[in-house]
C-alpha cells in the first residue's frame, strides 16, 4: 500500500497535551516537516520556551534546550556561537518573548545572530491560564483585563515584526496565522524561508504565527478561528516584512 | 616554561581562563571588573574563542548556559550588582547540571552601592544566592597570582562536578597589579568528553538540557542527586592556608584581600611579641569546618574581619561551634581595613584575655 501520509522523522511519537483546537500542534507539524524537507534533522537544535510550549522537546526529536522564560534568544546565541554550523532555533509564545524576553529577543536580532525564532501570538498568556499577553487586543477580556484591556491602564498591543523589521541585523521577518489551509500553507513557506535564511547565514529570522486559544479565549474552536481572521489579522497584519537582499 | 608578566589581577584571571582552555566568554561591561571582557575582546579571537559582550547580565549568564550546554569550556565575569542580575541563570545552571566558571569582584552594596572593594556578596555566593537547593563551589583568592591559579583550577571543578564555579574576589584584587607566573598546563584532569552537550544527532539519540520536573517524586531525586553530588565536593575540595597557627593564641580568620593585610598586622603584631596566626579559607564553599573546630579545641579567641557586617562569621561560628570567643571587625562601603586597624583590634583582644 502506497504511504500517503505519515509522521514527520522529526516527530517522537508522544501524544499531545494541548488542548483541542489550540494551533500549536499544528505549527509543531509544519517546523517537522520543514526540517525534514531541508534534511537537517540531526544538526537542528531547539530551545524550548517557558509557556504552553515549554515541552515541546517531548515532540521534537531535536537536540534541546529548555530556557527560562524569555531567554532563549540568549541560549540560541551561546549554542550558535559555540557550534555555527548548526541549525538553532527558538519557539517562543508572546508572554516569553514579548513581555520578560524583549531585551534578549531585541538585541539577538539586533546583533544579526544567525538564528531562527518561530513566534506564536495567541494574544494572551494560555500555561499560566489566560491573564493579558503584551499582544492582547485593546478591549480583549482576559483574567487580568476583566473588563477588557483599556489602553489608559494597561497600555497597547506590541506589534513585534514591525518592531524587528527596522533592525538592521534582521534578514526575514513575516506574520502567518494558521487559521485556513492557505494560511497554514503559507505559514510553512514563511518557516522555510526562515530556515533558509539562517543556513544561508544571512542573519536573524523570525516568523510570527498567530494562533488560536480557544480554552483561554473561551471559544469554540471554529469561533476561535474566525476570531484570528476578523480581530488579530487586522491589528497585525499577515505578510513579509523583510526578506533577505540576497539568495 | 614558566611565563612571568605584570598584570592586574583581572587580566591575569582572563589569561588564566583561555590558558585553561575557556573559549566563550559573554559579559557585561560593570567596574571594576572591566578588565576581563576588555582583555577577552582581543585575546579570545587570537585563540579561535568568541567574546560577545551582551545587552544584559541577564543575558550573559543565559549565553553561558547556551555554549556550556554545547560543550564549551565558558566564562563570565561581573561585579556585585551584574551578580544580582544572574542570580536567576545561575539557579538554572545549577539544576541543568551545566559547568562554567562565574567571576565576581566584589563591589560595597546594597543597590547600587559603589565601586569600592567589598566582601559584602559572601551570603549571596556560598549559601545558593538563586531560587532552590543548590550550591556553587566558591574560590576566593588572596592575590593576582592565586586568581589566576584559582581560575585554572575552577574549570576544572567545574566540569569535574558539572557544577558552576565562581572566582569571589574583590575590586582590589582585580585592580592591583603584580607579576604574575604562568605555569604550562597539565592536560584537563577530566575527561574532555561531554556526551551530554548539545553538538546535533548525526551519530546518537537525542540529549535535553532541562530543569522542568512536573512530577515531584522526580524532582526530588533530581534535587538529592545533586545534593550527592556537592556533598562529594564538600568532601573532596576544601581548601585553606593557615599561617603561624602553630602556637598562637589569637587567630584571625579572613579571607580574599582582607586575609593578606592580616598577614602584614600578624607580622606587626609578632614583632610585638603576641603570638597571632591566620586562617584563611581559600574554598568558601565548601567551607573548611573542619580545620576551624580542630583549632578551637586550642585556640581561645578568634578574631573574624571582614569587608562586610559579618558574613563569613557565621561559617566561623558554625565551625566552631561554641568552643571558643568569636570577635569581629568589619569595614564597609567600600572601605579595607588596613594593617594597623587590624592589629589594634588584636591587641584590645589580648589585653581584655590577659
Known amino acids: 500500500m502506497e504511504v500517503v501520509f505519515e509522521r514527520s522523522k522529526t516527530l517522537t511519537s508522544a501524544s499531545t497535551h494541548y488542548c483541542p483546537g489550540c494551533g500549536h500542534g499544528i505549527i509543531h507539524r509544519l517546523i517537522a516537516e520543514v526540517i525534514a524537507e531541508l534534511d537537517v534533522r540531526e544538526k537542528t537544535v531547539v530551545v524550548a520556551p517557558v509557556g504552553c510550549a515549554v515541552l515541546l522537546y517531548n515532540y521534537f526529536n531535536l537536540d534541546s534546550y529548555e530556557a527560562a522564560h524569555g531567554r532563549a534568544p540568549a541560549i540560541a546565541t551561546g549554542c550558535k556561537r559555540v557550534h555555527p554550523e548548526l541549525i538553532v532555533f527558538t519557539y517562543q509564545g508572546d508572554g516569553d518573548l514579548a513581555a520578560i524576553g524583549t531585551a534578549e529577543i531585541v538585541h539577538a536580532a539586533a546583533r544579526g545572530e544567525r538564528i531562527t525564532t518561530v513566534f506564536v501570538n495567541n494574544a494572551i498568556y494560555g500555561m499560566t491560564a489566560g491573564q493579558m499577553a503584551p499582544t492582547t487586543l485593546i478591549g480583549q477580556k482576559t483574567t487580568t483585563t476583566p473588563d477588557g484591556r483599556a489602553a489608559d491602564r494597561a497600555g497597547y498591543p506590541i506589534r513585534i515584526c514591525e518592531m524587528l523589521a527596522t533592525l538592521e541585523g534582521t534578514a526575514y521577518v513575516a506574520r502567518t496565522s494558521v487559521s485556513n489551509p492557505k494560511n497554514v500553507i503559507q505559514t510553512k513557506r514563511a518557516i522555510k524561508k526562515a530556515f533558509e535564511t539562517q543556513i544561508k547565514r544571512l542573519g536573524f529570522s523570525l516568523v510570527e504565527v498567530l494562533s488560536q486559544c480557544p480554552t483561554n479565549w473561551h471559544m469554540a474552536p471554529v469561533e476561535s478561528i474566525k476570531w484570528v481572521d476578523e480581530k488579530m489579522a487586522s491589528y497585525y497584519p499577515l505578510g513579509e516584512f523583510k526578506v533577505p537582499k540576497e539568495g | ?354
Request: glycine share 10%.
Open chain 2, 1 to 354: 616554561m614558566t611565563e612571568k608578566r605584570f598584570m592586574a589581577g583581572n587580566e591575569a584571571i582572563a589569561e588564566a581562563a583561555i590558558q585553561a582552555g575557556c573559549r566563550y566568554y559573554f559579559g557585561y561591561p560593570i567596574t571594576p571588573q572591566n578588565e576581563i571582557g576588555e582583555y577577552m575582546s582581543w585575546r579570545l579571537p587570537e585563540v579561535g574563542g568568541t567574546f560577545l559582550q551582551a545587552e544584559s547580565e541577564i543575558a550573559a549568564i543565559y549565553m553561558v548556559f547556551g555554549a556550556s550546554g554545547a560543550g564549551a569550556r565558558v566564562m563570565t565575569s561581573s561585579s556585585s550588582p551584574g551578580i544580582s542580575l544572574m542570580q536567576e541563570g545561575i539557579s538554572y545552571i545549577a539544576a541543568a547540571e551545566l559547568p562554567c566558571v562565574i567571576v565576581n569582584m566584589m563591589r560595597g552594596g546594597p543597590g547600587l552601592g559603589g565601586i569600592q572593594p567589598s566582601q559584602s556578596d559572601y551570603f549571596q555566593a556560598t549559601k545558593g544566592g538563586g531560587h532552590g537547593d543548590y550550591h556553587l563551589l566558591v574560590l576566593a583568592p588572596s592575590t593576582g597570582q592565586e586568581a589566576a591559579n584559582l581560575t585554572n583550577l575552577a574549570f576544572d571543578l567545574a566540569d569535574r562536578y558539572r557544577n558552576p564555579v565562581m572566582i569571589l574576589g574583590d575590586g582590589n584584587i582585580g585592580q592591583m597589579m603584580e607579576p604574575i607566573e604562568f605555569e604550562p598546563i597539565e592536560k584537563a584532569s577530566v575527561a574532555s568528553k561531554k556526551d551530554w552537550a548539545l553538538t546535533g544527532t548525526p551519530s546518537r539519540s537525542r540529549n535535553l538540557i532541562k530543569t522542568l520536573y512536573l512530577d515531584p517524586l522526580i524532582l526530588e531525586k533530581r534535587n538529592l542527586a545533586i545534593a550527592s553530588k556537592l556533598r562529594e565536593a564538600a568532601k573532596n575540595e576544601v581548601r585553606f592556608e593557615s599561617y603561624l597557627t602553630e602556637d598562637a593564641d589569637i587567630v584571625i580568620a579572613a579571607y580574599g584581600t582582607v586575609a593578606r593585610i592580616a598577614k602584614t598586622a600578624i607580622k606587626l603584631l609578632r614583632e610585638k611579641g603576641l603570638k597571632v596566626g591566620l586562617l584563611r579559607p581559600i574554598s568558601l564553599w565548601p567551607f573548611p569546618y573542619q580545620v576551624f573546630s580542630q583549632m578551637a579545641e586550642r585556640v581561645k579567641d578568634f578574631l573574624v574581619v571582614e569587608m562586610s557586617m559579618g558574613q563569613m562569621i557565621e561559617d566561623v561560628r558554625l565551625g566552631i561551634c561554641g568552643k571558643s570567643r568569636i570577635n569581629f571587625y568589619g569595614r564597609v562601603g567600600g572601605i579595607v581595613p588596613n594593617y594597623e586597624e587590624i592589629a589594634g583590634q588584636v591587641e584590645k583582644i589580648a589585653k581584655e584575655t590577659q
